[in-house]
């Protein structure tokens, strides 16, 4: 039986463990039901490292904003590394929460590449990093002017610095088409299925393989 305190007393409670149950029940459902699901890394492109990225303003924890972020070998391949989190500061704007997630996704882009290299796989020489808003990746790229941004914590000018030594380089992507945009928030059925086919990289199979599987 669960335990809150409230003013300072003991309360007992059975709601927050059925909920937790039920939750548990569908997470172990979902595994069970996936546990086959292949995993496509790359195809036959050659490797050309991605990173795409996404931020949903203030749906977190005390306001705080949440990133997702995927890593591919190429852009139509399977994700090597994915992740959703909560950012450490609340963000202000969209502009300012996608920009912390830039840092992360460029953080990430440089880890998977000092992995290739240090087992001695060859990559495109630049990384290829994208998001869904424009003025963000016009202020990386030193092409615009944002006010109010001297709040910003330093390391945030990391990815004007990553970009202007030619490391990483930063482009647009269509919201419809970011990849990342569902580690950031819930979606239907067929959303979903369509998420799962991309960072799966289940299109390379040549085949529907939810469709296979529910002709099962």
């Known amino acids: 039986m669960a335990i809150k305190h409230q003013n300072g007393h003991r309360v007992y409670s059975t709601i927050f463990i059925v909920h937790h149950m039920n939750m548990l029940h569908y997470v172990i ?5 996936t546990k086959d699901m292949p995993l496509v890394l790359g ?3 050659d490797i050309d490292i991605t990173v795409i990225h996404d931020c949903s303003l203030g749906t977190g924890p005390k306001s705080r904003s949440i990133t997702g972020l995927c890593g591919k070998l190429s852009k139509n391949a399977g994700a090597v590394t994915a992740k959703s989190f909560a950012q450490q500061t609340t963000a202000l704007s969209s502009f300012e929460g996608e920009l912390e997630g830039t840092t992360h996704s460029f953080k990430k882009g440089n880890m998977i590449s000092n992995i290739l290299d240090d087992i ?3 990559r495109a020489s630049t ?3 994208y998001n869904d808003n424009l003025p963000m990746i016009e202020f990386v790229k030193g092409n615009g002017i944002i006010k109010g941004v001297r709040h910003m914590e330093r390391r945030m000018w ?5 970009f202007e030594k030619g490391n990483i380089e930063l482009m647009h992507i269509g919201t419809k088409e ?3 945009d569902k580690l950031t928030k819930l979606g239907s059925i067929l959303e979903h299925q369509i998420f799962t086919t991309d960072i799966m990289g ?3 199979l040549g085949y529907n393989y939810f469709e296979k599987v529910f002709q099962k």
Request: hydrophobic residues 25%; negative net charge.
């Open 120 to 122: 001695g796989v060859e």
């Open 43 to 45: 195809g036959e492109e």
């Open 29 to 33: 459902d979902y595994l069970n039901q």
């Open 158 to 162: 990391y990815t004007r610095e990553q």
């Open 202 to 204: 289940l299109h390379l």
């Open 127 to 129: 990384i290829k990093a």
């Open 178 to 180: 970011n990849t990342s």
